[in-house]
């Protein structure tokens, strides 16, 4: 509010509200529909077994990449293995995984890539939190310009087995 002085004394000044809201709006708007939400984590093909595995007439020479994750028994993570190659027991282990797929599949986007699968066999009483690493570093990985940057898309699960 201002007020101006006039001979009489000093009158009020009404601030227009309508056209300030307005504009506010407007703005709200736009900055809504400009904003652009980047998310780091991809869409995962997962197929999780529903049943004994059945038989299928998919060509045989697209065999499944496999990773075996051992557990202790708190639920640790004992081991990880590459197509029966030890990887180790710590966070070192998941970017030796990450280098070994990208090892068997040459270079990101390669076409063959589509018909590649990766089969995660992990103990039953494996905290999840280490699976889900195992997929993060099957998957791909982030560049350093915060890209992502896709290896392999489908992920399977071997039959679970049962606790010891």
């Known amino acids: 509010m201002r007020f101006s002085k006039q001979r009489s004394g000093y009158r009020r000044i009404e601030a227009q509200m309508a056209p300030m809201i307005d504009v506010v709006f407007l703005l709200l708007i ?11 984590e991809g ?23 496999k990773v075996r994750l051992t557990a202790d028994e708190n639920g640790q993570l004992a081991g990880v293995s590459l197509n029966n190659q030890q990887l180790g027991n710590t966070d070192v282990a998941f970017e030796r995984l990450n280098t070994g797929i990208l090892r068997v599949i040459g270079k990101p986007g390669n076409p063959l890539t589509s018909d590649m699968e990766v089969e995660i066999d992990a103990d039953f009483g494996l905290h999840y939190r280490y699976t889900v690493q195992a997929i993060s570093a099957c998957t791909g990985k982030v560049n350093s310009k915060g890209q992502p940057v896709k290896y392999i898309e489908k992920i399977k699960f071997s039959q679970p087995r049962k606790a010891e």
């Open 43 to 65: 869409d995962f093909s997962i197929n999780m077994p529903i049943g004994a595995p059945a038989p299928s007439n998919e060509d045989i020479q697209t065999l499944p990449i």
């Open 30 to 40: 736009f900055f809504m529909l400009t904003l652009k939400v980047v998310s780091s």
